[in-house]
């Protein structure tokens, strides 16, 4: 199954023929329960650990995305959590990572019956094999500052899982420039990767960890990409033609991406996805963070799980008051980056557990097959959406692993033929 998915041609028609008839919605759907599906961005951690949150529990849309009955019903064959350590509130960020990187250990040995633990391409579809289908639980750390500027670091990080980094998160790190504080002034930027930063790049490289670009700043971004000897990630991105945001990718960064053989994740968040959202979003900021702001000094000895919990109403609360945008909005975005960056470059980046906000119809991973369906109604083919579910990111990862391995081995024998 591997070597079939894997064995992609770069360029193919974006849509099926005018002869092939497409599929209809009851074909769509069955295509989804068969297929690999990988997401590679949710915040579910933080559930784990702050508000010890066990997975095998069904919870309300109102809870929470993501549940193991809401991953079966969704066909999630795997799911990248992500290890991400918010620099306002922790200030030992190895720490907090390591704990968050223990709660998803911990749910595997609670439910080893419906997940495993995965290190590779190979073992994501060796989960999907036999009746069982458990679903693969990777990592990836969101934002470098974790590593706190040392390589060694990235590497224990990468020995405990970690698959895929994010060069930045909303934050400015020692050694990467963010697209969330890119304008501010009080913040020392370094005019995109600094050298320090160029070296996490080639090390990631080498581990065969993915290079991941959500979040960076637009300049980050084309230093990340003349560095690179693989194809890179957008965990988490969708497209600023539509949707004006910072953390969406511009068209030229999508065909960027597409030249490099990435692969651009599409963030199902209502801001980054509906125009008329963003603006509402953006213009509620600052009564909405002053009152989050109040809460988190209110609730500053409170139980972790309290504060976890009522932080994540509020932020809800805050998000209703604007409508949801239609599913259509989401769809565009998969059709747009599809159409500007190829079919080979485009999949599923959801950032469940870790948005307050998502389009109408769409209310959990349960929702899942209604992308498929959607595409389909415009016309994608069976081969076509089984790339976008999975079969793009399943190449880049298997890439990644390819090229790392070839420098280490390049590396030993440069080792043994200097002695």
């Not at 190979?122 to 390589?151: F, T, W, Y």
């Not at 994608?380 to 298997?398: D, P, T």
Request: hydrophobic share 40%.
């Amino acid at each position: 199954m591997l070597s079939r998915l894997l064995a992609i041609p770069l360029l193919l028609p974006l849509l099926a023929s005018p002869a092939a008839p497409r599929l209809s919605k009851s074909e769509a759907q069955e295509l989804h329960a068969s297929a690999l599906v990988i997401d590679t961005h949710a915040d579910t951690p933080q559930r784990f650990l702050d508000e010890r949150f066990d997975f095998a529990t069904v919870t309300s849309v109102s809870d929470g995305h993501m549940d193991l009955q809401k991953v079966r019903a969704g066909n999630l064959g795997a799911e990248f959590f992500s290890i991400w350590v918010d620099p306002s509130q922790h200030q030992h960020y190895a720490h907090r990572a390591l704990q968050l990187i223990d709660s998803v250990y911990e749910q595997v040995q609670k439910h080893p019956a419906e997940m495993v633990m995965a290190f590779s391409s190979q073992d994501i579809v060796k989960s999907r094999q036999g009746p069982a289908k458990r679903l693969a639980a990777l990592m990836g750390l969101e934002g470098g500052h974790p590593i706190e500027n040392d390589l060694r670091v990235l590497r224990d990080f990468y020995r405990l899982g970690i698959r895929y980094m994010t060069l930045t998160w909303s934050n400015t790190n020692e050694w990467a420039d963010s697209s969330g504080d890119i304008n501010n002034r009080k913040i020392a930027h370094h005019n995109g990767l600094t050298e320090f930063g160029k070296d996490v790049v080639r090390e990631m490289n080498r581990l065969g960890m993915m290079v991941d670009i959500s979040h960076v700043s637009d300049k980050t971004f084309y230093d990340a990409l003349s560095v690179t000897r693989t194809p890179v990630i957008a965990s988490h991105s969708s497209a600023r033609a539509l949707t004006h945001h910072a953390r969406n990718m511009t068209d030229e960064m999508l065909k960027a991406v597409a030249k490099n053989n990435g692969v651009v994740m599409v963030n199902f968040f209502s801001a980054f996805i509906d125009e008329e959202y963003r603006n509402r979003f953006v213009e509620q900021a600052p009564a909405r963070d002053a009152a989050l702001a109040e809460l988190r000094r209110r609730l500053k000895d409170a139980d972790p799980a309290i504060r976890y919990r009522e932080h994540d109403r509020m932020q809800k609360e805050w998000s209703a008051r604007i409508p949801r945008p239609p599913f259509k909005s989401l769809i565009d975005h998969f059709d747009h980056i599809a159409q500007v960056a190829g079919i080979d470059h485009v999949g599923l980046g959801s950032d469940f557990d870790g948005v307050s906000s998502l389009p109408e119809g769409l209310d959990s991973v349960a929702d899942l097959p209604k992308i498929s369906v959607e595409l389909a109604a415009r016309g994608y083919s069976r081969e076509q959406l089984e790339k976008i579910l999975g079969g793009n990111l399943l190449r880049v990862f298997a890439e990644c692993e390819r090229v790392g391995e070839q420098l280490r081995g390049a590396a030993a024998e440069g080792g043994r033929t200097s002695h």
